[in-house]
């Protein structure tokens, strides 16, 4: 199966920092296969982008998606208050889908 | 108002089992293929297993081990986990969630569009 790792653990910012976050797959991801997650203590994950660069219906512009083949980035251009969790990446283009380990974006 | 709502978890033995469920509404169910995805407490996200539109098609973890059985009901929007054999390392949160587009096909690794808010098994003696 296909590793997903991701860097840094944790990201220490202040509001309307711009926050940088990488995915690094152990082997190329078929078609930009490659989505991101936020998810916030006590809640369920929420889809932020798809297709490596696609926005999910209601995600703000200042989230941005861009990579390809093993290397991906998450782009938070001005952080808010309400960014501050936890983000996965997840690989879908071969079985299993698999997730990363997780970066941690918190309050500097 | 698209709604996931698990239930059935809780604390079980080793060696116990479970059923967990999913109750799905504001969207055609029946039209999607459903996934169960798992957290261990403080931990990354892990899929289990899914199934698609029709029970046709299903796939399952390897860590799962002929452990787990899903199934759907789609006549009550409903989604199934059955957890046999539990062990210590199954403890966590289950999600159930779905396909991100309605689909007739095989089913397909893929992202996950709605998340219910999770339910806790915690497998200790």
């Known amino acids: 199966e296909i590793v997903l790792t991701q860097s840094p653990g944790t990201l220490s910012l202040s509001p309307g920092e711009r926050a940088t976050l990488s995915c690094r797959a152990s082997?190329?991801?078929?078609?930009?296969?490659l989505a991101w997650y936020q998810q916030k203590p006590g809640q369920a994950p929420r889809i932020l982008i798809y297709?490596?660069?696609s926005r999910a219906t209601g995600i703000p512009d200042r989230f941005s998606g861009s990579g390809s083949a093993t290397d991906f980035t998450l782009t938070i251009s001005r952080l808010e208050t309400e960014d501050f969790a936890v983000y996965y990446c997840q690989q879908y283009g071969y079985s299993p889908g698999t997730f990363g380990q997780g970066t941690k974006v918190e309050i500097k | 108002e698209v709604q996931l709502v698990e239930s059935g978890g809780g604390l079980v033995q080793p060696g116990r089992s479970l059923r967990l469920s999913c109750v799905v509404s504001?969207?055609?169910?029946?039209?999607?293929?459903m996934h169960w995805v798992r957290q261990a407490p403080g931990k990354g996200l892990e899929w289990v297993s899914g199934?698609?539109?029709?029970?046709?098609?299903?796939a399952y973890a390897d860590f799962v081990e002929g452990r787990f059985t899903i199934s759907r009901d789609n006549a009550k929007n409903s989604l199934y986990l059955q957890m046999n054999s539990l062990r210590t390392e199954d403890t966590g949160f289950y999600y159930c969630a779905s396909d991100p587009i309605a689909s007739t096909g095989p089913l397909v690794p893929t992202y996950f569009d709605y998340w219910g808010q999770g339910t806790l098994v915690t497998v200790s003696s």
């Open positions: 297709g490596a660069s």
């Open positions: 504001g969207f055609p169910f029946e039209k999607y293929a």
């Open positions: 082997q190329s991801v078929s078609s930009s296969y």
């Open positions: 199934l698609s539109w029709n029970s046709g098609s299903v």
